[in-house]
Structure formats: structure tokens, C-alpha cells
């Protein structure tokens, strides 16, 4: 009877187990149809495992309820939403950028239109330049160009702007999710430790996984309780149990993005438990401006943002850039042979350079002073004035062929229509004949010498100063006071190096003719004393220490060291040729003597110069100038003369020759005196030559350099912008760079040469500006203030020989309102072929100017329009993976129903054998309790 009744509870428990398995699957089931539309829910699927005891199944209960997912394809769905939600913000921009801005091919506001109407107006300015209308519409049609640039270019940087302010904002969220998702994991944790059911929580956590996939790839691990951590390479964004935060600071305007202000680095901080940063910082993405570069973002939506900006969008600035820096150096280039009508009165040039800076030219280059009416000025000396011919290949500055100092110009420009001599010669039709330099070599030395002082002198203690012998007075006497100096007295100060400071400062502000002889310096603690002229009467200048012998080392210094001029001084002549029919003439020097010594007939090869230019004679021959000994016992100040017998030929065969007398001084030592020109100081009567006073000797014409607001700028290292400026409204120039190109900075072994010819080298007659490089080109793309301002300053035409008529015609340079080469020049431009670099996805190409903007369109749209089939292609499969995750993840209602009646059958099966087993036991207790 004990084994039945063992047997009936065996079977009894084994039901209620049955019915408590049921009451689960049905209660998961019911959970899974509820939130069949619940976003991130998981179907769940309940596990049964049999009860085994002896070795045989007594029943089942509930193993798990867990959530139907198949991680591989998981991990693959989230892959692909980091690939599109990067080609969607991606695919976002440009498609808005090329709704925006580049806009349809065939529109009116494309770069090529623009480009197209400026030219028509280039072609009826051609036609008649004198017309103001013409000019006109040269301006506004160029205007409209560069507006249209730079929209364009504005258009694109804000859309970098744009992503830059994106960034922030995603990374903003992405620490957000970083930390609901702490959150979640503090949860696991303790879910799990309880015995809770954390199935809910993994759907919270899955769901934010997906939101963090999103925006960045990062790589996810999982502990055993389900908690995740999540890393980019060696970086952590989440752990297990610490907490992180990524930085970054966006760019603050447009104006900041188009200075070039360097973005800013992608960091990622540790936090403490109270949420504060530690100093455990990682780099996700450096700064743009870093030396060593980081960039460890995955894929993503923050890595799409990344590359729109500092990639993919800049593509495009950079070939809008390469576009505007060629052309605008191109149509420059071009430009700079022109002058506008009336001819302009400065040219300021654009480029940046000091006075100490070095280029190396090749060719010619012209500068013409006209009067406002472009004709030839009529010049101080009663005849007109022939432009200013620069040779680059034969101009030397001291340090080479070819070799330009800023200053060197500055002097070669100055010497010619600067400051005007008293008088010059001309011999026949050769005009203003002046000796020029073309030598260093005229040298001397200045005496020198110091007095060491060992402590501070006393009170009335002195030294004589004495000047050179056989000055007066013979001595001057400087006293050390304690008190305030007066006269010839020097404070003493409150150690040796301020008193020696008084000292220096007291002798170099003298008036004294003893002490004023010299200039003073310290050395440590020494006075040094410096002759001011080169030559041996320094070596008599003397310092004498008087008073205490703690005053100085020595009682006597004398300078010493001066040496006279010594030397030889090569020279040229300089000379117009202004015949009247335009003819050549030759010039030749027959004898030469020095101070007024015995003639001798100098190595010098006849020179042919053509008419209406000016030149010197060893410009193109080296053996057509001159070398001339250095009379011995001169010293600085000192002068010697120069006397030539000048022959002049004219193509007649007919010859005049006249002697000329030069006198040349012996320069300051440190003075380079190459391209020095020195005036007639005398001619010998009764021959062919004449002697003509100036009516005045005022500057004409001006070179110098300035700062941006027009002012002087002497200091050798101090930048600025050089300058030809006319000296009234009456004198205008007209610069012309014919065959001139720039070689690049000689003192410099790798230097970068431009090519570019003088002019436009210097920036003195551009048309367009647009900054020093092609970065930002397109942004700063403009038309010339001053011509913006006056259309009349456009130029038309070039300077050109005149027509030699009548008796007093001088055959020079000149231009007139219906000159239009400059013009038929900027036309030909169109059509020009421009060597453009390889940028960003547009090969190197030699094209004109409007096929390339043709390729800059067709890259925009061709990326645009790939941006957009990626986004459609990566959307097409991440859908095609949901759909593939819901078949094994999500809810299944008719599924779930027909399981709910299999388990309601199973559940009523179950109740009644239990039905059964309560008869068995009752009829077991009416048993028992019979017997």
C-alpha cells in the first residue's frame, strides 16, 4: 500500500510541475504578444529541462527564459548602421550642397556664366576702350565674378562649418547613450545578483548599442552578467565599471573657419565616481594643426561629420581654391603689362617683402612716366623722358647677376626719376649721360679703440676726449658726478654698467666738434669709440683718463686701425637715346684721366643703343664700361674726378664728341654704392656737348616701401608693400614687365621660384587679389580696391613708341585712350591653356580657365550623386538585416497564438490526470479507512 501511495505523489508533483511549466510559457507568451510592437523588444523563448530523481524523469520545470537572438547576424546589423548612418549624413550634405550651391550647369549664377559675361564685357572693352560704359562693365562684370566665387566658396565652407557644429552636437549625444548605458550596467549588476530577470535590461542596453553604433563603431564586449564595454583601438568610451566622456570644442564662426583657425582635437576623459574629469586623456582625432597626427574615429555617423570637413568638403574648396589662385595669377600675369587710361598715379603693390629681401630676375622690365594724358612728361631738363629699362640679366645688386634687393630697386627706380640732379650733359641725341656704379670696390676702413673701466669712477673724476690733430679746440673734458650733470658732465650711476649707459648716451647726443667725430658703443665694460669717416686721420682721434687710476685700465687710448680709400671702381654709362627719327646711335669712351692726370685710352667696347630706351652701357656687354683706379691718400668724404672723352655716332655716320668731367666721393664704407649714378660736374668748352641746368630738382617719380596704410618703412626687417608713386597729379606711370620673371630667392638653396614676371611679382599691378596663396583663394577672390572703386584705373593699353614728327619730336614712349593691347591680352586669357595641380580627385590638367570649372561641377555632382547610391545601397541592406533579425528576434502573433493553444492543450491535459489522481487518492483514503 506505501509504494501506490508513493506512486500517486510522484505523479501528483510531476503535474503541478507540468501546470507551473505551462503557467510560464504561457505567461512569456502573453509578455511576447503585449509588446509585439515595442521597440528594441526581444521575443523571449522559454527553456524546460527534465526533473530527474533516481534516474528517471519525475517532470520538467523552466531551464531559462531567454531572448531569441543569433549574435552573428546581430554583430553584422550593427556594423551596417555605423556604414549608414555615416553615408547618410554623407549623402545630406552634398545633396544639399549641390541643391545650394553649385546648383544646375546651365544656370545664370554658376562660376562658368559668370566667368563668360566677364570676358563679354573684356571683348566690348576691346572694341572701343575709351568708352567709360566699356569700362564699366569690365568692373561690374568682374565683381560679379568674384562674388560669385566667393558665394560659392562661402556656400561650402559653411557647410564644413555646419559639420564642425555637428560634430559637437553628436559627440554630445554619444555621451548621453555613454551614460544611460552606465546606468544600465549598474542594473545588470545588480539584477543579476538578486536573481532578477535582466532580460528587459539587455533590450535597454541593445537599444542604446544601436544608438552608439549610430554615431560611432566602437568594438563591444560582454561579461558574463551581460554588462558591455566599449573601446575605439586602445581607447576606451565604456567599461565595466568606469565611466568616460568625449571633448571637443567646435570652431566658433565662419569668419575663425575661413582665417584658418585649427580645429580642435577629439578627446576622451576618464571620469571619477562623483563625474569629474581625470587627467587619464585619450586622443580620439588631434588637432588639425598637431604635429603628430591621431585619428582613431571608426566608422560612423562622428566619422562621416569628420570627413565632410576635413576631407570631402574641402575637396571641393581646394579645387575652387586651385581654380582662383591660377586664374587670378594667370589673367595677373597678363594684366601687369598693361595701364589703364588716364595712367594711374601710385601703384602699390600687394605682395609682402622687406627691404633686405632677396629675388633673382630674368629679363626686362619698363617703367614709363607719362603725364595724365599719357604722353611723355616733358622732364626737368627741357626734353622728354624715356622709360626706365631695368635689364634683370645684367642688373647686379652686390650679391650676384640678377640679384634684386628690394632696396636695390628701390634705389635703381629713385637715381633715375627721383630726386633730380643740378644739371647733365647731352651729346648729341644722347641724353643725361651719368656715370653709374657697377662696383663695391671703392673701400676704407674706420678707426677704432676702447677704454675698460674696472669699477665706477668718482666723484670729478674725467677723461679728455681729443680730437683728430690740429682741430680746435684740441680737447674736450667729460667730469663723472654724483650730483645732476650740467655742461660736459655724466651721471654716475648706481653701477659701472649705467654709468658706462650715461656715458654712451651723453657722447652720442654731443654737438661737440672733438667728441662728435666719433660714435660710441659698449661692450661689456668698455666704451668703444668708432671713427665716422673711413681713412687714417681716425687713428689720431684719442680717449685720455684723468683722476684716479681705479677709473680706467689705462691712461691713453688712441684709435687706430684707419685705412684710406684703396680700391678700383668699375663703372658704366647711363644715358637716354632721344633721336628724333628714331635711329640708333653709338656711344664710345676714346681717353680717360684721373684728377685731372695723363689720358689714357681705356679698354672700352662702342655700344649701340636703340632709340627711345635707356641703358647702360655694360648692361649688355661687359666690356663697354669702365675700370678706375682708386687715387691713393683719399679718405671718406674725399673726392676724385672721372674724366671722359665721350664719342656719340649717329646712324648718319655723323660724330660728336665732348669731354666730361665726373666727380665721384668716397663712400661710407658700409655703403654699397652699385647703381650709383653720378651727374656731370663739368664739360670742356667749345665742343659738341652741352651742359643743361634743371629748372628744379624735385622728385618726379617715387619708389619706396610702405605699410598698409601708406607709410614709410625704413627699418631693413620690417615688412611692407613697394611703391612707384608719381609726385603730383602731373606725373602718372605706366609699368610694363615685358620678358621679367622672378627665379626665386638666391640666399636660399631650395628656394620656390614663381615665374612670375616683375610686376606681378610684386603685386604692383594686379587686377585681382586674392591673398598669398592658393589656400583661400577662392574665399578672398577680389577685384583691386582701387580699380573696384574707379573703373577708369582699368588698363587698356601699353606704352608705345611714339611717332617721331616735326623738328621737336622726341621719339619715347606713350599711350593713348584708344590703345587696346593690354585688352586683346586679357581677351586671349579665355582661351589660354592653365597648368592646374592635382587637387582632390581632379587630375593635373592644362585647360582653360572655363573647362576647369567645367570639371569642378562635374565633380561635385559625380560625388554627390555616388554619396547618394551608397546611402541607398548600405540603407537597403541594413533593412534587409532587421528584417532577417525580426524573423529570429521579433514577435510572431499568429505564431505566439497557435503556441498558446498548444500549451492550453497541454495545460488541460495536465489538469485532468490530476482530475484523476484526486479520485485515485480519495478511493486510497476510503481504503485505508475501511480497513
Not at 577685384?783 to 613708341?801: E, F, M, W, Y
Request: hydrophobic residues 30%.
Amino acid at each position: 500500500m506505501s509504494i501506490n501511495n508513493a506512486g500517486l505523489t510522484t505523479s501528483l508533483n510531476t503535474l503541478v510541475d507540468a501546470l507551473k511549466a505551462n503557467q510560464n510559457v504561457l505567461s512569456t507568451i502573453s509578455d511576447n504578444i503585449s509588446n509585439a510592437t515595442t521597440t528594441g523588444y526581444t521575443k523571449r523563448t522559454v527553456t524546460q529541462q527534465t526533473i530527474v530523481a533516481d534516474g528517471s524523469g519525475v517532470g520538467v520545470n523552466i531551464a531559462q527564459i531567454a531572448r531569441s537572438i543569433d549574435n552573428f547576424l546581430v554583430s553584422t546589423y550593427r556594423n551596417q548602421i555605423s556604414a549608414s548612418a555615416n553615408s547618410a549624413v554623407v549623402n545630406t550634405y552634398l545633396d544639399r550642397l549641390q541643391q545650394s550651391a553649385y546648383g544646375s550647369p546651365d544656370s545664370s549664377t554658376t562660376v562658368s556664366s559668370a566667368l563668360n559675361s566677364f570676358y563679354s564685357g573684356l571683348d566690348n572693352f576691346s572694341a572701343d576702350p575709351s568708352s567709360s560704359v566699356n569700362r564699366t562693365l569690365v568692373q561690374t562684370g568682374a565683381q560679379n565674378f568674384t562674388s560669385t566665387v566667393n558665394t560659392l566658396a562661402n556656400n561650402i565652407q559653411q557647410e564644413r562649418l555646419n559639420s564642425d557644429a555637428d560634430i559637437s552636437s553628436t559627440i554630445g549625444n554619444l555621451n548621453t547613450i555613454l551614460t544611460n548605458l552606465s546606468s544600465i550596467n549598474t542594473a545588470i549588476l545588480k539584477s543579476s545578483n538578486v536573481g532578477g530577470d535582466v532580460n528587459s535590461l539587455y533590450d535597454a542596453r541593445d537599444l542604446q548599442l544601436k544608438n552608439v553604433k549610430s554615431i560611432i563603431n566602437g568594438s563591444l564586449s560582454f561579461n558574463s552578467y551581460g554588462q558591455v564595454s566599449i573601446s575605439v583601438a586602445n581607447t576606451e568610451l565604456l567599461g565595466f565599471g568606469t565611466q568616460f566622456k568625449v571633448d571637443y570644442s567646435p570652431i566658433s564662426s565662419l569668419a575663425s573657419l575661413n582665417a584658418g583657425v585649427p580645429t580642435n582635437a577629439i578627446t576622451v576623459a576618464q571620469l571619477d565616481s562623483n563625474g569629474n574629469e581625470t587627467s587619464n586623456v585619450q586622443t580620439l582625432l588631434s588637432a588639425s594643426n598637431a604635429a603628430n597626427k591621431v585619428d582613431t574615429v571608426p566608422n560612423g555617423q562622428l566619422r562621416g561629420l569628420i570627413d565632410l570637413r576635413d576631407t570631402i568638403l574641402t575637396a571641393n574648396l581646394n579645387q575652387l581654391d586651385n581654380f582662383a589662385y591660377n586664374f587670378a595669377n594667370t589673367f595677373n600675369e597678363s594684366y601687369n603689362s598693361g595701364t589703364g587710361y588716364p595712367p594711374p598715379q601710385t601703384l602699390n603693390g600687394t605682395t609682402s617683402t622687406t627691404l633686405d629681401s632677396e629675388r633673382k630676375f630674368s629679363g626686362s622690365t619698363r617703367i614709363t612716366l607719362l603725364d595724365p594724358n599719357g604722353n611723355p612728361v616733358a622732364g626737368k631738363f627741357g626734353t622728354n623722358i624715356p622709360p626706365l629699362t631695368i635689364d634683370f640679366d645684367k642688373f647686379n645688386d652686390g650679391t650676384g647677376t640678377g640679384n634684386v634687393s628690394t632696396q636695390s630697386l628701390i634705389n635703381e627706380i629713385n637715381q633715375y626719376y627721383g630726386n633730380q640732379p643740378s644739371q647733365i650733359v647731352n651729346i648729341g641725341s644722347a641724353n643725361d649721360i651719368r656715370l653709374a656704379a657697377d662696383s663695391t670696390n671703392i673701400s676704407s676702413t674706420k678707426a677704432s679703440a676702447g677704454i675698460a673701466f674696472t669699477g665706477q669712477p668718482a666723484n670729478n673724476n674725467t677723461i679728455v676726449i681729443s680730437g683728430e690733430t690740429g682741430s680746435s679746440p684740441a680737447s674736450t673734458t667729460v667730469t663723472f658726478v654724483t650730483g645732476t650733470p650740467t655742461g660736459n658732465q655724466v651721471k654716475i650711476g648706481a653701477d659701472t654698467s649705467e654709468t658706462l649707459s650715461n656715458l654712451k648716451d651723453f657722447l652720442n647726443a654731443s654737438t661737440d666738434s672733438n667728441i662728435s667725430q666719433a660714435t660710441y658703443s659698449l661692450q661689456g665694460n668698455s666704451l668703444v669709440g668708432t671713427y665716422k669717416l673711413g681713412g687714417v686721420n681716425g687713428n689720431t682721434f684719442s680717449f685720455n683718463t684723468t683722476g684716479t687710476p681705479s677709473v680706467t685700465t689705462a691712461t691713453t687710448t688712441n684709435l687706430s686701425g684707419g685705412v684710406n680709400a684703396n680700391g678700383t671702381l668699375v663703372a658704366d654709362f647711363d644715358f637716354s637715346n632721344l633721336s628724333t627719327d628714331g635711329t640708333p646711335v653709338k656711344f664710345d669712351v676714346t681717353s680717360l684721366s684721373i684728377n685731372g692726370g695723363g689720358a689714357t685710352t681705356p679698354a672700352f667696347t662702342e655700344y649701340t643703343q636703340a632709340a627711345g630706351d635707356r641703358q647702360r652701357t655694360g648692361a649688355t656687354d661687359s666690356t663697354s664700361r669702365l675700370n678706375i683706379a682708386i687715387p691713393a691718400g683719399l679718405q671718406q668724404g674725399d673726392s676724385f674726378t672721372v674724366t671722359a672723352t665721350i664719342k656719340i655716332t649717329d646712324s648718319q655716320g655723323n660724330i660728336s664728341t665732348q669731354d666730361v668731367t665726373y666727380s665721384v666721393a668716397v663712400p661710407d664704407p658700409a655703403t654699397d654704392i652699385t647703381n650709383t649714378r653720378y651727374a656731370p660736374a663739368s664739360i670742356a668748352p667749345g665742343q659738341d656737348g652741352t651742359l643743361v641746368s634743371a629748372t628744379n630738382t624735385n622728385p618726379m617719380l617715387t619708389a619706396s616701401l610702405v605699410d598698409a596704410n601708406g607709410n614709410p618703412v625704413t627699418d631693413p626687417n620690417t615688412a611692407g608693400f613697394l611703391q612707384i608713386k608719381g609726385a603730383n597729379t602731373s606725373y602718372r606711370v605706366s609699368i610694363d614687365q615685358l620678358d621679367s620673371q622672378d627665379q626665386g630667392d638666391p640666399t636660399l638653396p631650395n628656394s620656390t621660384e614663381t615665374d612670375q614676371g616683375f610686376s606681378h611679382y610684386f603685386g604692383l599691378n594686379n587686377f585681382f587679389t586674392f591673398g598669398s596663396s592658393a589656400t583661400g583663394a577662392a574665399t578672398n577672390l577680389q577685384v583691386r580696391s582701387d580699380i573696384a572703386n574707379d573703373p577708369s584705373l582699368i588698363s587698356s593699353g601699353k606704352a608705345q613708341l611714339t611717332t617721331a614728327t616735326g623738328t621737336d619730336a622726341v621719339y619715347t614712349y606713350e599711350i593713348g585712350s584708344g590703345n587696346n593691347l593690354s585688352v586683346i591680352d586679357l581677351q586671349n586669357t579665355e582661351n589660354q591653356n592653365i597648368n592646374f595641380a592635382s587637387t582632390n580627385g581632379i587630375a593635373a590638367i592644362s585647360t582653360s580657365a572655363t573647362n576647369y570649372v567645367t570639371q569642378i561641377y562635374n565633380y561635385a555632382g559625380s560625388t554627390a550623386s555616388s554619396a547618394s547610391d551608397k546611402a541607398t545601397n548600405d540603407s537597403t541592406l541594413q533593412t534587409s538585416l532587421e528584417t532577417k533579425i525580426s524573423d529570429v528576434s521579433g514577435v510572431d502573433i499568429d505564431a505566439e497564438l497557435a503556441n498558446t493553444i498548444q500549451v492550453q492543450n497541454a495545460y488541460s491535459a495536465a489538469a485532468k490526470v490530476l482530475g484523476v489522481l484526486k479520485q485515485l487518492f480519495s478511493a486510497l483514503e476510503g481504503s485505508l479507512s475501511s480497513s
